[in-house]
């Protein structure tokens, strides 16, 4: 399993890190955290693009 950190999922999304930030706190976007931070699951992304294309 791929996990992406906030800041490579901003990248992607073309978007700040504090958005991403939300999106997890919301629960729009999945992720797991590991230690401090947020980790995004590659597939959970690719998920969240789908239904939100």
């Known amino acids: 399993m791929t996990l992406l950190t906030v800041k490579e999922v901003a990248s ?3 978007t ?3 958005q991403v ?3 997890i706190q919301s629960g729009e976007l999945t992720a797991v955290r ?6 995004v699951p590659a597939a959970a992304l690719e998920t969240w693009l ?3 294309s």
């Open 21 to 23: 930030r939300r999106m």
């Open 50 to 52: 789908e239904e939100n």
């Open 34 to 39: 590991v230690g401090r931070e947020y980790r």
């Open 12 to 14: 992607y999304l073309q």
């Open 16 to 18: 700040s890190k504090q």
